[in-house]
């Protein structure tokens, strides 16, 4: 390897002075002063999100509003921290998605255990529990830091994501009925 | 005798008018340096790209339509709830301290300054009389030199008196180095007398003469290497950065105050600003025309307004120069204890003289 010996030139009389260095020192800091603070006035002011930021974990709807979660209870089993608690039931026999299999009668998530892992939104096989870009969760006691059902669908909002799976498992069912006759 | 102590002070009218003009001038001292705070915190924010304290606020002030937003905004509420905070602090004495030094250093450190204030003149009234609280003194610089330098002594037994190691260092430090200082201060200022004082003055010492003689040039302009060595040096007496060894938080964990908390933190706080408050004006004083307009132009306006413009003049000095205190802060890195040692002894103190004894011949080969 190449050695570059480097000439260290003895200071001038004005550097060994220390003067035009701190004069310098005081324009840089003037021109930082007279520039617009970077800082954000938080409350009042919120950052940008990026898309794909995971945030507080969420349910959502397909675009027909039916709720995706089936209550397979994948994140209750593989949450590390066991923040979720779900609660499965029945799908009304007179309800038209009652095709589906089942849905939550509770889904309790309490974001005081949550660590944000996101390992629920992987094991979710119905992509029904999202990480989303809500990030800041306060409350003033325990029970308000859990989300339950209502507040996790109202977080969530819709997927645009038209698979409609169930739809068409019950329409090839239907049609093996129809051949089977 | 005693019926006629109390008859002075108590009856007698000029003491109650004496008393009064000494709080003025105490509450005028007290706001500037707690505003001071506020512009170090505010100038620190923006040198910083932040915004500074603009949250503080108060239901009669918010209650203002468009002002009481900008002054919130402005931080200009946030002093008063400093102040109340150190009140209201509980006031902790640790067990292992000195009590009876412990209690009175922090008024040791703030007494001097507002003693040192009686002689600082403000202005000059239409009638030639002098706004300051003691019109007649002809020892100003003097009298303010040998009192404010007493202010060390507040860090001294502070750090002593704490019985701990960080601020006895810190105390070590403070008052080797305004022994350091004071020389080459002593010396900066004295070629500046040489120059404005005649032989057979009477008043020679006193900063009244000192602001008359600059009606026409300001001394910064005949005497800028005096000039730079004093305000070098009051930056190491006001310990401010990049002097500030007493303090210097990142290695003496706050120096001599480091055990003090709530009111009495608070008093050396003050002391601190004070310090500089009392640093700027002598410097404004002698070397930037006091209370004059201009280079070239002493006063504008005639009667009670002149009075006022001057007045306003040396307040925006003052306040310029206070500026420059918390600029330089953000600005300059601290000094290592022996590079203070260094620049105090072998580089300032040479040049002080040297600077002293350039002038001498000068005016003696002038005659």
Avoid at chain 2, 89 to 97: N, T, Y
Avoid at chain 2, 223 to 252: G, K, Q, W, Y
Avoid at chain 2, 263 to 291: C, D, N, P, R, T
Wanted: a neutral charge; one cysteine or more.
């Amino acid at each position: 390897m190449a050695i570059k010996i480097v000439e260290r030139r003895p200071l001038s009389f004005l550097e060994k002075t220390y003067l035009p260095q701190i004069i310098a020192g005081l324009k840089v800091t003037w021109d930082n002063l007279v520039k617009p603070p970077v800082t954000l006035q938080y409350p009042e002011e919120r950052p940008v999100i990026p898309n794909g930021y995971r945030g507080v974990p969420t349910l959502v709807r397909d675009p027909q509003g039916r709720e995706k979660c089936v209550s397979c209870q994948l994140c209750e089993f593989v949450c590390p921290p066991k923040a979720i608690r779900i609660t499965p039931g029945e799908i009304l026999e007179t309800a038209d998605n009652n095709h589906v299999e089942k849905a939550p009668k509770e889904f309790d998530i309490d974001m005081l255990r949550c660590i944000y892992c996101g390992l629920c939104q992987e094991v979710c096989p119905e992509e029904a529990i999202w990480l989303q870009g809500q990030y800041s969760m306060t409350g003033m006691t325990r029970e308000e830091m859990v989300n339950n059902k209502d507040k996790l669908y109202e977080l969530g909002g819709t997927l645009p994501d038209s698979h409609y799976k169930w739809d068409k498992k019950k329409a090839e069912a239907e049609r093996q009925q129809n051949e089977q006759h | 005798m005693i019926e006629q102590i109390l008859n002075d002070l108590i009856l007698s009218p000029a003491w109650y008018y004496t008393a009064a003009r000494g709080l003025t001038v105490i509450v005028i001292l007290m706001s500037i340096a707690a505003y001071s705070v506020l512009l170090e915190r505010k100038a620190s924010a923006w040198i910083q790209g932040r915004v500074g304290p603009n949250r503080t606020n108060h239901p009669l002030i918010a209650w203002i339509p468009f002002f009481g937003n900008v002054l919130m905004r402005g931080g200009f509420i946030q002093p008063a709830a400093d102040g109340l905070k150190f009140l209201f602090k509980e006031d902790a004495l640790p067990g292992h301290v000195r009590k009876t030094f412990y209690v009175l250093a922090p008024c040791l450190a703030l007494a001097p300054v507002l003693i040192s204030l009686v002689m600082l003149p403000f202005g000059e009234l239409p009638n030639g009389k002098i706004i300051t609280l003691c019109p007649g003194a002809d020892i100003g610089v003097l009298f303010m030199f040998a009192i404010s330098s007493l202010g060390v002594y507040g860090i001294a037994l502070a750090g002593w008196a704490a019985n701990s190691k960080y601020p006895f260092l810190g105390a070590i430090r403070g008052s080797a180095q305004l022994i350091s200082y004071e020389l080459a201060m002593g010396l900066s200022v004295l070629t500046v007398f040489l120059a404005t004082a005649t032989p057979d003055q009477n008043n020679a010492l006193s900063l009244v003469s000192m602001v008359k003689a600059q009606t026409g040039a300001w001394n910064i302009l005949y005497h800028p290497v005096a000039a730079l060595i004093f305000l070098i040096c009051i930056f190491a007496e006001a310990n401010r950065h990049p002097f500030d060894m007493p303090e210097s938080e990142t290695d003496l964990v706050g120096g001599f105050h480091t055990e003090y908390g709530a009111f009495k933190f608070g008093l050396f706080f003050v002391a601190e600003y004070s310090h500089m408050i009392i640093g700027s004006s002598l410097f404004i004083l002698m070397f930037l025309g006091g209370w004059h307009v201009l280079p070239w132009l002493p006063n504008v306006g005639t009667g009670i307004f002149a009075t006022l413009i001057g007045l306003g003049s040396f307040f925006f000095k003052l306040a310029a120069f206070l500026f420059f205190f918390v600029w330089v802060r953000w600005t300059v890195p601290r000094f290592r204890y022996d590079q203070v040692m260094r620049i105090g002894w072998r580089v300032l103190l040479p040049i002080a003289v040297v600077n002293l004894l350039v002038y001498f011949i000068w005016y003696a080969l002038q005659g």
